[in-house]
């Protein structure tokens, strides 16, 4: 397959803090691609230096487009769309005024009810609390909510942090299932920031494992899942 993204040399910084030290990863056009690492290796900071949140070095180039450099909405527009940890949604605003926010910025400006109409039947809860405010929405609701309102921009690339974070296995199983429906039927790529690895590997096509900035080891899922020393550290068997 193509690579829809490349990262090279990746640095990041909060002030004089380095926490990349030269990244070097590729996502494929329509792949799932997971980051695993401990907590403080790296892997919320290479999400937002891809979105160009922080302050970056090195390369990261969209479908051969240098965004090292480029603003924030630039790169959203360019079809980047971020899931952050802790959800991000606007808790005063109601469900459907989410989604609208989240159709902001991209290119196309039809189609927006359609796709509004796609993500409740996605996930039907939030058909049903669609003028409610997401500020009183359980936790797996806005986290629901924040996925979809990152696919109504119609992102070519969804970045996703730490997705089951803080729910239920029954709605951690629900979300990742709709995950993987959103990759086979549409092709959309994806880059999986997860603690979970187990969870992260059986979803992903290919992984990088983070330790401290840097990336130690890589390959496809099923290679790590096979690793001793991945299944010891970071599976738990």
């Known amino acids: 397959m193509p690579r829809l993204l490349e990262v090279t040399g990746l640095t990041a910084a909060y002030g004089p803090t380095q926490v990349l030290h030269g990244v070097d990863f590729a996502i494929e056009a329509g792949g799932i691609t997971a980051l695993l690492g401990a907590n403080g290796a790296g892997k919320t900071t290479t999400l937002r230096a891809i979105c160009q949140m922080v302050k970056t070095g090195g390369s990261v180039r969209l479908d051969g487009r240098e965004l090292v450099g480029s603003a924030t909405e630039s790169v959203v527009r360019l079809g980047v769309a971020h899931v952050p940890d802790g959800r991000g949604t606007f808790g005063a605003l109601s469900v459907e005024e989410n989604l609208r926010v989240g159709a902001h910025a991209r290119r196309a400006r039809g189609g927006v009810a359609e796709d509004i109409e796609r993500a409740y039947a996605r996930f039907p809860r939030l058909g049903e609390r669609r003028q409610q405010?997401?500020?009183?929405?359980?936790?797996?609701?806005?986290?629901?909510?924040?996925?979809?309102?990152?696919?109504?921009?119609?992102?070519?690339?969804?970045?996703?942090?730490e997705p089951s974070f803080g729910l239920a296995p029954k709605i951690v199983a629900e979300i990742f299932r709709i995950l993987r429906d959103i990759n086979t039927q549409e092709g959309m790529s994806m880059l999986l920031v997860e603690q979970n690895a187990h969870l992260a590997l059986e979803l992903a096509q290919q992984a990088y494992l983070l330790e401290t900035g840097r990336v130690a080891l890589s390959g496809a899922s099923s290679e790590l899942m096979a690793d001793e020393s991945v299944r010891r550290v970071y599976l738990g068997y």
């Not at 797996?140 to 970045?159: D, F, H, K, N, V």
Request: charged share 15%; hydrophobic share 50%; aromatic share 0%.
């Open 133 to 161: 405010q997401a500020g009183t929405l359980s936790g797996g609701e806005q986290q629901m909510l924040a996925i979809s309102r990152a696919l109504m921009l119609r992102p070519r690339l969804l970045l996703l942090d």
